[in-house]
């Protein structure tokens, strides 16, 4: 029997070029994580929430050159913290997809080959570093975001999502050797013209719950290239172009081969065959991640998915939220400000360290990292949850966290809400009510790894 089809909960894989900070854990991870643990909790449908790591990217191949280490080596030494990182934190993968995996390799293969025949590329001279020799393209390029200033790598802005076109950038400068560009090699495009731009539009226009970033994105997006392949040492060849594939498009397609597994599609079949099986199935897909990589799940993922036609790698739903700040200030390990994740580890119980990072979660607006604040659940020990009728004051908890369930209406900003005013209010009541509030939430937090 075919199994029915799950909801998918999709986080971005985190760059093995360094470990996670606690912006990373309290933003799309920690968000995704209460999300599944909320959704199994209440409701009999399979959820499921996976991620796999960034193991292509140009960032590696920088990091590696920063610390003379080897590519390779840097990316598996990172992959395992990474993977610790999220082990002390609870941060629960119920797949966590294998990027290196031969059979994998040959469906990312074929999906290239596939998308080449319905997408146009285009080819086009763009700045090599006559110093270093890198084409001065994602991390190995610096310029000022032609569409807002901010200094930005030369693949997509984080302070406007805009992707940064190789034409006409401001101040090109190389990361490794800080000169500007003497020389010149080819590298390929996908080219989105308006009416593809429009169609995407068209799609996620109510599915980004009202994100001013995406909609930005879009009030300015118009026809533009895409990175397709270009020239690193350092990266994932699909073909014998010797040129390496944009990570980001990788990412797309390895989830699309996760989100196969999870649909129980066999994974041996050419890729056609295994698309038109998943549509088939029609699983539910919803991805968490941050504002800098708004341009790739609201856009590119999306413009991916219709050229393929694979169907459900449109997302029903995306997630996204805002920078963490310490000090004011956004995150940033290159200036300092930075407190890593496994600072943190040991100094309270993963409950207590989760519920911090609730609270500090950005899911509007940046938000700094909260202290150390009050624990959640009541201090004195508490039974099992309460069977059958309680006080009204557990009917209105156990409503407003039945109407979490709705991806629309998730925010671990109102779920920690409810934890907070039940809790409340439980001590406000007393007595045989006050253990039956207290019992069903320390149950919920239970399950949700919050103190
Ligand atoms: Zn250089
Ligand atoms: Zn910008």
């Given at each position: 029997?075919?199994r029915?089809?799950?909801?998918?909960v999709?986080?971005?894989?985190?760059?093995?070029?360094?470990?996670?900070?606690?912006?990373?854990v309290?933003g799309?991870?920690?968000?995704?994580?209460?999300?599944?643990?909320?959704?199994?909790?209440l409701?009999?449908?399979?959820?499921?929430?996976?991620s796999?790591?960034?193991?292509?990217?140009?960032?590696?191949?920088?990091?590696?050159?920063?610390?003379?280490?080897?590519?390779?080596a840097?990316?598996?030494e990172?992959?395992?913290?990474?993977?610790?990182?999220?082990?002390?934190?609870?941060?629960?993968?119920?797949?966590?997809?294998?990027?290196r995996?031969?059979?994998?390799l040959?469906?990312l293969?074929?999906?290239?080959?596939?998308?080449?025949d319905?997408v146009?590329?285009?080819?086009?001279?763009?700045?090599?570093?006559?110093?270093c020799?890198?084409?001065?393209?994602?991390?190995y390029?610096?310029?000022?975001?032609?569409?807002?200033?901010?200094?930005?790598?030369?693949?997509?802005?984080?302070?406007?999502?805009?992707?940064?076109?190789?034409?006409?950038?401001?101040?090109?400068?190389c990361?490794q050797c800080?000169?500007?560009?003497?020389?010149?090699?080819?590298?390929?495009?996908?080219?989105?013209?308006a009416r593809?731009?429009?169609?995407?539009?068209?799609?996620?226009?109510?599915?980004?719950?009202?994100?001013?970033?995406?909609?930005?994105?879009f009030?300015?997006?118009?026809?533009?290239?895409?990175?397709?392949q270009?020239?690193?040492p350092?990266g994932?060849?699909?073909?014998?172009?010797?040129?390496?594939?944009?990570?980001?498009?990788?990412?797309?397609?390895?989830?699309?081969?996760?989100?196969?597994?999870?649909c129980?599609?066999?994974?041996?079949?050419?890729?056609?065959?295994?698309?038109?099986?998943?549509?088939?199935?029609?699983?539910?897909?919803?991805y968490?991640?941050?504002?800098?990589?708004?341009y790739y799940?609201?856009?590119?993922?999306?413009?991916?998915?219709?050229?393929?036609?694979?169907?459900?790698?449109?997302?029903?739903?995306?997630?996204?939220?805002?920078?963490?700040?310490?000090?004011?200030?956004?995150?940033?390990?290159?200036r300092g400000?930075?407190?890593?994740?496994?600072?943190?580890?040991?100094?309270?119980p993963?409950?207590?360290?989760?519920t911090?990072?609730?609270?500090?979660?950005?899911?509007?607006a940046?938000?700094?990292?909260?202290?150390?604040?009050?624990?959640?659940?009541?201090?004195?020990?508490?039974g099992?949850?309460?069977?059958?009728a309680g006080?009204?004051?557990?009917?209105?908890?156990?409503?407003?966290?039945?109407?979490l369930?709705?991806?629309?209406?998730?925010?671990?900003e109102r779920?920690?809400?409810?934890?907070?005013?039940?809790?409340?209010?439980?001590?406000?009541?007393?007595?045989?009510?006050?253990?039956?509030?207290?019992?069903?939430?320390?149950?919920?937090?239970?399950?949700?790894?919050?103190?």
């Amino acid at each position: 029997m075919v199994r029915p089809a799950p909801t998918v909960v999709f986080t971005p894989p985190p760059t093995p070029n360094g470990a996670l900070h606690v912006g990373h854990v309290g933003g799309p991870y920690l968000r995704a994580d209460l999300y599944v643990r909320l959704v199994r909790l209440l409701e009999d449908r399979e959820i499921r929430h996976v991620s796999h790591v960034d193991t292509y990217q140009s960032y590696v191949a920088k990091k590696a050159v920063e610390v003379g280490a080897e590519p390779d080596a840097l990316s598996r030494e990172y992959t395992r913290r990474i993977r610790a990182d999220f082990d002390a934190y609870a941060l629960r993968h119920d797949a966590f997809g294998d990027n290196r995996d031969p059979d994998y390799l040959r469906f990312l293969r074929e999906g290239v080959q596939a998308l080449t025949d319905v997408v146009t590329v285009v080819e086009r001279e763009v700045p090599r570093c006559e110093g270093c020799g890198r084409t001065q393209l994602e991390a190995y390029a610096r310029s000022a975001c032609t569409g807002c200033l901010h200094d930005a790598y030369l693949n997509v802005c984080e302070n406007c999502s805009l992707p940064q076109q190789v034409d006409g950038a401001l101040g090109l400068l190389c990361t490794q050797c800080r000169t500007a560009a003497g020389g010149t090699t080819t590298a390929r495009f996908l080219s989105f013209d308006a009416r593809a731009v429009a169609a995407v539009e068209d799609t996620m226009r109510h599915r980004h719950g009202a994100s001013r970033r995406a909609s930005a994105l879009f009030d300015r997006l118009g026809p533009h290239l895409a990175l397709w392949q270009f020239e690193s040492p350092y990266g994932i060849a699909v073909d014998d172009s010797g040129l390496v594939l944009n990570p980001w498009v990788e990412i797309f397609f390895h989830h699309t081969w996760c989100l196969l597994q999870e649909c129980g599609v066999d994974t041996r079949l050419p890729f056609s065959e295994a698309v038109a099986e998943l549509n088939r199935r029609d699983p539910d897909v919803i991805y968490f991640f941050g504002v800098d990589n708004t341009y790739y799940y609201v856009f590119l993922f999306t413009a991916l998915a219709q050229a393929l036609v694979i169907r459900p790698m449109v997302p029903s739903r995306v997630k996204i939220n805002h920078f963490m700040h310490l000090r004011g200030a956004k995150i940033s390990s290159s200036r300092g400000n930075v407190v890593w994740a496994d600072e943190l580890v040991g100094t309270a119980p993963v409950e207590v360290l989760r519920t911090r990072l609730a609270r500090s979660c950005p899911e509007y607006a940046p938000r700094e990292l909260a202290d150390d604040g009050p624990r959640l659940s009541p201090a004195r020990p508490v039974g099992v949850a309460p069977a059958g009728a309680g006080p009204r004051e557990l009917d209105v908890v156990r409503a407003r966290l039945a109407d979490l369930v709705a991806v629309d209406a998730f925010s671990v900003e109102r779920l920690v809400d409810v934890l907070d005013k039940g809790r409340e209010r439980a001590r406000a009541v007393g007595g045989d009510d006050a253990d039956a509030i207290d019992g069903y939430l320390a149950h919920v937090c239970r399950e949700l790894q919050l103190a």
